[in-house]
């Protein structure tokens, strides 16, 4: 799979290396914002393996980063929820690599008790 030259200037070999399925077809709508692809074109040129590229997709198009119509797909013309999605995920990956990942077993060991329904209406 191709990218940018500017990913390929400011990027280490190891960011590069670290995209996630998701970041891979987002990476490629947007280099190919002015077309729409079909689910097998999509995954031949990101190394998305077929039979995962459609819960890929579904899960952008959750998130509304991408659009579809009939078996087309392409990238969401919303340029300012794509830019917000690119700086969140830019910030986790430099928090988790400065603060390490978060586990979410952990999270859930040390998280409170479902509160009693009793205490849900009491408080209406």
Do not use: C
Not at 62 to 86: C, M, P, S
């Amino acid at each position: 799979m191709s990218i940018d030259i500017e990913d390929f200037e400011e990027k280490s070999s190891e960011e590069l290396e670290d995209m996630t399925n998701g970041e891979r077809v987002l990476r490629f709508l947007a280099t190919n914002d002015d077309r729409a692809f079909k689910p097998a074109e999509i995954a031949e040129q990101t190394a998305v393996k077929k039979n995962t590229i459609g819960t890929v997709l579904s899960r952008l198009e959750d998130r509304n980063l991408v659009r579809h119509k009939g078996t087309y797909w392409a990238i969401t013309d919303d340029q300012e929820r794509l830019n917000n999605f690119t700086a969140f995920r830019q910030s986790t990956k430099a928090l988790n690599d400065q603060l390490g990942e978060e586990d979410p077993d952990e999270w859930e060991a040390h998280a409170a008790d479902e509160y009693p329904a009793e205490k849900r209406e009491e408080n209406k």
